[in-house]
């Protein structure tokens, strides 16, 4: 016979109908039938349910549900002060020379257009250059969607942490660059 799960108010109900046939001075086993469970089971509600009425069931079933709501905010709270912790500890590791680099060609590329001249006091080839992306972009794209999948509700930073615990050295800004390109 399948398990068949009851909500409180239901049990409350079993309950009530229980006590009325042992009320009327019916034995334990006729009620038992009646209300379709066994001895075991019957206990068991009168322990968890037994003196609680219907509003009192609702009560308890909205505390239990701001309860679960509550342990996953404290939860998502204490992942992001975990994440803050080891990027805050792990910032003056990184090294940004390659990314700010980067970025700074394509910025003066833009900025100057192809056929100006560059700043004054900086090299003529420093703008021609193109701006290049290291070999394990692909492999580092495909890992962060891999996490953004599964971790759904996170952002780059929290994807970022958890990069890091997979042993990639990547920066926080890189990943962003990878983040809003694939959105």
């Known amino acids: 016979m399948a398990r068949k799960h009851h909500t409180a108010e239901q049990i409350i109900g079993k309950l009530r109908q229980a006590e009325v046939i042992l009320g009327q001075g019916g034995d334990l086993e006729y009620a038992l039938r009646e209300i379709g469970v066994t001895k075991n089971t019957f206990y068991r509600w009168r322990k968890e349910y037994g003196g609680l009425k219907l509003d009192q069931a609702r009560r308890m079933k909205d505390l ?8 996953r905010a404290v939860a998502d709270l204490t992942v ?36 100006s001249m560059p700043c004054a006091g900086t090299k003529p080839g420093r703008f021609e250059k193109a701006c290049e992306r290291p070999d394990d972009e692909e492999t580092l794209t495909k890992d962060i969607i891999r996490l953004a999948t599964k971790y759904g509700r996170y952002g ?28």
């Open 80 to 115: 992001d002060n975990q994440i803050l912790k080891e990027i805050s500890k792990e910032s003056s590791d990184l090294s940004e020379a390659s990314v700010r680099g980067c970025h700074t060609r394509a910025a003066g590329a833009w900025l100057f257009g192809e056929a």
């Open 156 to 183: 780059y930073k929290r994807i970022t942490a958890l990069l890091r615990v997979e042993g990639w050295r990547v920066n926080h800004k890189r990943v962003e660059r990878i983040w809003r390109q694939e959105a």
């Open 64 to 71: 239990e549900a701001e309860n679960a709501r509550l342990k």
